[in-house]
């Protein structure tokens, strides 16, 4: 008998198929996007993580036809058809990268998300670790791309250094919640910081 979390996973990965999604994750984010109202029109948006890009798809759809939306990935990703979704293979670590998006966005993104993920391997305190220094370097490009009063989505797995994370993330932005969409696999130690308002590089 399949247990619930197969079902469910199951359905949403139904459902991202059903509505032309390249991942089943693109329905974490509409739901939190939703929830808490990330994404305008126009808006710029930098997607770290974005392969296969089902992220870049929302974030695209709901930016729309003014907005500009970056992709980053260490793997290949297949273009999308508009001409205001980049894509950039890398790893979001590296300066020259880095440097590639500040230019891009001028420094004045509205909004960083972030799913990357190490590849996995079952330890659950290796992969909290190896999740966590991700959420770091995520932290590190948000803080040179986003404009003040920015939002920041961005995937970490429970764990250890969770509480002490969170502190660093709540330094830079003057709201941020700890969030598990309901298409996130309840299995699944993973759970998404929702931060709005961005103080500044310097968290001031
Ligand atoms: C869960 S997948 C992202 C799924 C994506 N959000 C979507 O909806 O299609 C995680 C991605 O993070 C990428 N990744 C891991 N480390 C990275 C790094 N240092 N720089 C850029 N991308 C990285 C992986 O290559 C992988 O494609």
Not at 41 to 61: E, F, N
Not at 107 to 117: I, N, P, Q
Not at 128 to 139: K, S, W
């Amino acid at each position: 008998m399949p247990d619930r979390s197969s079902i469910l996973g199951d359905y949403y990965y139904r459902e991202a198929k059903r509505h032309g999604y390249r991942s089943r994750s693109a329905l974490k984010l509409l739901e939190i996007s939703d929830k808490f109202r990330i994404f305008r029109r126009g808006d710029v948006v930098v997607d770290l993580g974005s392969a296969p890009g089902g992220w870049l798809q929302v974030a695209r759809q709901l930016a729309g036809d003014d907005g500009l939306v970056i992709g980053v990935d260490l793997a290949e990703i297949d273009p999308l058809p508009h001409e205001n979704v980049i894509l950039l293979r890398g790893d979001a670590g590296s300066p020259q990268l880095q440097d590639e998006l500040v230019k891009l966005t001028g420094a004045a993104a509205d909004v960083v998300t972030s799913d990357m993920a190490p590849k996995f391997t079952g330890i659950h305190d290796l992969d909290h670790g190896r999740q966590i220094a991700l959420a770091n370097v995520a932290l590190e490009v948000a803080k040179m791309v986003l404009r003040p009063g920015g939002k920041m989505v961005l995937k970490v797995l429970m764990g250890a250094d969770f509480e002490a994370f969170r502190k660093d993330v709540q330094r830079l932005f003057a709201n941020v919640r700890v969030y598990k969409p309901n298409a996130s696999r309840d299995s699944s130690s993973e759970v998404y910081f929702v931060c709005t308002r961005f103080s500044g590089p310097s968290g001031d």
